[in-house]
């Protein structure tokens, strides 16, 4: 089995990859701030997955990147929060 058929990884993906497409309305002036925060905190749930996911075998590593990927999704949802409260998403894309 590999780690692309687990459904939290599956979401983390299809979440990362909509931020990406949603990053490209944001003002220039946001390239180096919001959009590549959004960007690099989504895109970091799936590595930490994937990565926690090939060291299942050690009970401990497995768990501090499932961790790390939680940690990593509360910080795209604030960078969202950021991104509604500056106007440049609606609250139904956050």
């Not at 220039?28 to 799936?46: D, N, T, W, Y």
């Not at 926690?52 to 990593?72: C, I, P, T, V």
């Amino acid at each position: 089995m590999s780690f692309k058929t687990l459904l939290a990884y599956q979401k983390g993906f299809d979440l990362a990859m909509e931020i990406f497409h949603l990053v490209n309305v944001f003002p220039k002036s946001e390239i180096f701030g919001l959009s590549s925060q959004m960007i690099r905190a989504s895109r970091s749930v799936c590595s930490n997955i994937a990565e926690g996911y090939r060291k299942r075998q050690s009970e401990k590593h497995f768990k501090s990147k499932l961790s790390d990927a939680d940690s990593e999704n509360s910080e795209t949802q604030l960078w969202l929060d950021f991104a509604l409260a500056c106007d440049y998403i609606s609250e139904e894309k956050k």
